[in-house]
């Protein structure tokens, strides 16, 4: 019974890939929520794990602005992108998709014009709060109309608050 057993794994051992026993698999731990200026690469989206060449060949393939432009990056398309590239080593993927937020400046057509309003007075912004690594987001009204770096009034409930235009109907809290 002893020999069957050996025989078995000995078989298994032929069957399944090397870099299965040998640890020489890559993980990748998807971020919940990013935010990017520029070109965006793998490395932006998720933490990766593994042997180094390995890691930092998939940490630098840029990810094609179409990939993005609903705002999700999800694992099926980091998968076709993998291949496309002729990545061809086994990826674990940890979660299913990216939310993600271009900081470049767009208007609401797709030009990248940095003198474009990207939040205009009276409608619904999102407001960003970040410190410490802890963002927190709630929603408001801009009281003001701003282009990328401007500097306007939002309200959130019953407060007025400043804050700089980073993105499409975003800003973020000054402190």
């Keep these: 019974m002893t020999g069957i057993r050996l025989k078995a794994v000995s078989f298994a051992l032929l069957i399944l890939p090397p870099q299965l ?23 932006d989206i998720c933490r990766l794990d593994g042997p180094g060449d390995w890691t ?13 432009e609903d705002g999700l990056v999800d694992s099926s398309e980091i998968v076709s992108l993998l291949k496309d590239s002729g990545f ?45 690594g802890i963002s927190v987001e709630l929603k408001g009204k801009a009281l003001n109309s701003g282009k990328a770096g401007d500097e306007i009034e939002v309200r959130s409930g019953k407060r007025i608050i400043r804050a700089v235009v980073t993105g499409n109907d975003v800003v973020e809290i000054l402190m």
């Design 56 to 68: 930092a060949e998939i940490a630098a393939l840029e990810l094609p602005e179409k990939l993005y």
């Design 21 to 43: 026993f040998a640890g020489e698999s890559i993980s990748m731990y998807l971020y919940s929520r990013v935010s990017c200026s520029g070109t965006a690469r793998i490395s």
């Design 88 to 132: 061809d080593r086994h990826v674990d993927i940890y979660g299913s998709s990216v939310r993600f937020e271009s900081t470049t400046p767009h208007n609401r057509a797709g030009d990248k014009d940095p003198q474009i309003v990207l939040v205009d007075r009276d409608h619904t912004v999102r407001i960003v709060y970040r410190r410490n």
